[in-house]
């Protein structure tokens, strides 16, 4: 196991470029940004960034759309700029792993701008083209799946009059995994960027590579309507394959690191993505946790209270499902998610701070790696804009074909300031000048009316703010290394408010206990008597522990 402990051990740092720090006032986080920050990421302790896609793009959907996958987005800067970003995290003992996204790319791609010309072209089979079908109400798509990102999942092109499969945005148009150039391409490219000295990728919908042959339709969907078409691109039929085939290709014998974003996955196919003996990936980004607040219709019916107990059965499960084997992640939110402390914890003024530690203490202590998404150190909290100010395609898309449906506008509005991913994406909030310290200019994305109180500066000269706990939690997980391989035990699994477990690797153990809740704790029974506590969000405990306070959170060492 000596091979990886780097990322085992590690503490992930996510940097959104676009929203993190705008250094020539055009509104847009830049490279340059990220540089002048490096201090600031040593001085929180962490030991891996994760950069969201920095690539050429057109940015519909903010990078995840690339039209040159080895060149650097002309408003993050240049290649120039990245080397000394990567120079200067390595010289300060940071590595470096990059997004990788090859299910799609741009449909201004070079690949994809060949690809529309003719049915012909070279490139036609980097991409997925099918015929639509006639039906007595005229032509339709080639199937009935609904995209990610609202309607179909097809785009008819005027060129040739054919479909092309997309299962993001219109701009997203799907590679062919099929076609063996289009795998070519990728490892070269990959083993380029490897070449460069990256430490690894983030892998954007890994598990969505391999479709079904045929891309049959949903059956049983009434005609005209479309449906989720998961069973036919989730762990499709030829996903090990191809993983084995970029593992041999690009990653054997390097010193990197790679974790699969995977959607709608169980922990047995996990365990076939990231098994030890498997030669695919490392380690798995997988969100059944994100679904904690979603209703039966998926991510914009909310449902509060979420459950505590079904948090711990949902990462318990994990948790022991891969160990000794396979790799998990621990996160509470990303670019993708709300903030953590207003969908989790409480970010009213009274329970902001202390709700945000103990959520915090959570990925930090638990078996894996953590992933900490920037902004979370100084519990910044989600907005609750006029839909003008929405940015993310994700959620205009679903307004708008909400309200094509005729649904009142003013009644999506909840939904949207809940769970728009755009919570997660305005700018870091560095100190309480104008557009807090984020550009001089007109910042792309509207910044939290919050950020006079919430930011960066005042957390860092505040001893106790939310930013001072994640640096002390970063400082005591990288002391207490064992926690990353521990097996787990909850205590009082079916607590509605309680989330308390011990933890043992070889011959240390540890307690953890969390109120996540607004309203003190009785325990069932008194904690067990522990050697030493580590830390807490409230003044460390002097006897036997018999209740929690709102929101406390206790970290201790037993014997
Ligand atoms: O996200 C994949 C994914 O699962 C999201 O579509 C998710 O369902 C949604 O964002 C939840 O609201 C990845 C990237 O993280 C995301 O930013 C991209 O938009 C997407 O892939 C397409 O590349
Ligand atoms: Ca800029």
Not at 47 to 68: E, F, K, M, R
Request: glycine fraction near 8%; include cysteine.
């Amino acid at each position: 196991r000596e091979h990886g402990r780097w990322w085992r051990e590690g503490i992930v740092y996510q940097i959104y470029p676009r929203s993190f720090l705008d250094t020539n006032g055009d509104g847009i986080g830049d490279l340059r940004g990220i540089i002048n920050k490096l201090d600031y990421l040593q001085a929180l302790g962490i030991t891996i960034v994760w950069l969201n896609p920095i690539y050429a793009s057109p940015n519909d959907d903010n990078g995840y759309d690339i039209s040159d996958y080895e060149s650097i987005m002309a408003e993050f800067g240049t290649m120039a700029d990245f080397e000394e970003l990567l120079h200067g995290l390595h010289e300060r003992g940071i590595r470096l792993i990059m997004d990788l996204v090859v299910n799609h790319s741009s449909d201004e791609h070079a690949w994809f701008v060949e690809s529309r010309r003719s049915r012909d072209n070279p490139h036609r089979d980097f991409y997925i083209w099918r015929d639509g079908v006639d039906t007595p109400a005229g032509e339709q798509p080639p199937n009935n799946w609904r995209s990610f990102f609202s309607g179909s999942t097809w785009e008819k092109d005027a060129a040739t009059g054919q479909y092309y499969l997309h299962l993001f945005s219109r701009k997203q148009p799907d590679l062919n995994w099929e076609h063996p150039p289009v795998r070519e391409a990728v490892y070269d490219m990959m083993n380029r960027w490897f070449d460069m000295g990256i430490d690894g990728f983030r892998m954007d919908v890994i598990n969505l590579l391999s479709k079904v042959p045929g891309l049959p339709s949903v059956p049983d969907t009434p005609p005209g309507e479309l449906a989720w078409g998961g069973r036919y691109f989730v762990n499709g039929p030829r996903l090990h394959e191809f993983l084995q085939e970029m593992h041999q290709r690009t990653l054997a014998g390097r010193d990197v690191m790679t974790v699969g974003e995977c959607v709608a996955v169980d922990v047995a196919e996990g365990r076939k993505l990231v098994g030890q003996d498997r030669g695919e990936l490392d380690m798995i980004f997988q969100m059944e946790h994100m679904d904690l607040d979603s209703g039966p219709l998926g991510k914009w019916d909310i449902k509060q209270p979420w459950s505590r107990a079904e948090l711990k059965s949902i990462l318990g499960r994990w948790i022991q499902g891969l160990h000794g084997d396979g790799w998990n992640s621990q996160f509470w939110t990303n670019h993708d998610q709300p903030r953590t402390v207003s969908r989790f914890g409480n970010d009213s003024p009274e329970w902001r701070e202390k709700s945000a530690l103990a959520l915090a203490a959570l990925p930090l202590t638990l078996p894996g790696t953590p992933y900490i998404y920037q902004g979370d150190e100084i519990g910044m909290t989600n907005v609750a804009f006029p839909i003008e100010d929405y940015r993310d395609l994700e959620t205009l898309n679903w307004y708008r074909e909400e309200v094509a449906r005729g649904r009142d506008p003013a009644a999506l509005m909840p939904a949207i300031h809940f769970k728009s991913r755009d919570n997660a994406r305005t700018p870091m909030q560095w100190d309480d000048s104008a557009q807090a310290g984020f550009t001089s200019g007109t910042p792309w994305l509207r910044i939290n009316p919050d950020y006079a109180q919430i930011n960066v500066a005042e957390a860092m000269a505040r001893p106790g703010s939310v930013w001072h706990g994640f640096r002390e939690l970063i400082e005591l997980r990288k002391a207490n290394p064992g926690l990353a391989y521990a097996e787990l035990t909850w205590l009082w699994p079916e607590h509605e408010a309680l989330v308390v477990f011990r933890s043992r690797h070889q011959q240390q153990n540890w307690l953890i206990a969390l109120n996540l809740h607004n309203e003190p704790q009785t325990l069932p029974t008194e904690l067990p008597p522990v050697e030493l506590w580590l830390w807490s969000n409230e003044p460390l405990p002097s006897g036997p522990v018999q209740s929690l306070a709102p929101w406390q959170a206790l970290v201790g060492q037993l014997p």
